[in-house]
């Protein structure tokens, strides 16, 4: 099948064209932001994974994959789909894997 910019599929609203997709979100502007302790965690793991022999590359990846699973479990026990104890046993596992820390 070939993409183009008339392909239709099914959006929240509804059938929609893929051109009138990114219509839509032209008019919205969406712009992409990232809060500063955001950007500090990523930093801090990035910097971590260097000094402990991860390539830049791998670090990066490390360092992504850290903070996106700690933002959905922060975000799963802001919503109330997990509890705390899921939260921080979570949070324990991420830094254990991730830090090589207890």
Same mark, same amino acid.
């Given at each position: 099948?070939?993409? &183009?910019?008339?392909? /239709?599929?099914?959006? *929240? *609203?509804?059938?929609? &064209?893929? %051109?009138?997709?990114?219509?839509?979100? /032209? $008019?919205?502007?969406? $712009?992409?932001?990232? +809060?500063?302790?955001?950007?500090? +965690? /990523?930093?801090?793991?990035?910097?971590?994974?260097?000094?402990?022999?991860?390539?830049?590359?791998?670090?990066?990846?490390?360092?992504?994959?850290?903070?996106?699973?700690?933002? $959905?479990? &922060?975000?799963?026990?802001? %919503?109330?789909?997990?509890? %705390?104890?899921?939260?921080?046993? &979570?949070?324990? +596992?991420? *830094?254990?894997?991730?830090?090589? *820390?207890?």
């Amino acid at each position: 099948m070939k993409i &183009t910019l008339d392909t /239709k599929f099914m959006g *929240s *609203s509804g059938m929609i &064209t893929l %051109r009138d997709a990114v219509g839509q979100l /032209k $008019a919205q502007d969406l $712009a992409c932001t990232v +809060a500063g302790d955001k950007v500090g +965690a /990523k930093a801090r793991m990035f910097a971590e994974c260097v000094e402990r022999g991860f390539t830049p590359l791998r670090s990066e990846i490390m360092a992504a994959c850290y903070v996106a699973e700690r933002d $959905a479990v &922060t975000e799963s026990f802001e %919503r109330g789909l997990i509890t %705390r104890g899921e939260l921080e046993q &979570t949070q324990l +596992a991420l *830094s254990r894997r991730f830090l090589g *820390s207890t």
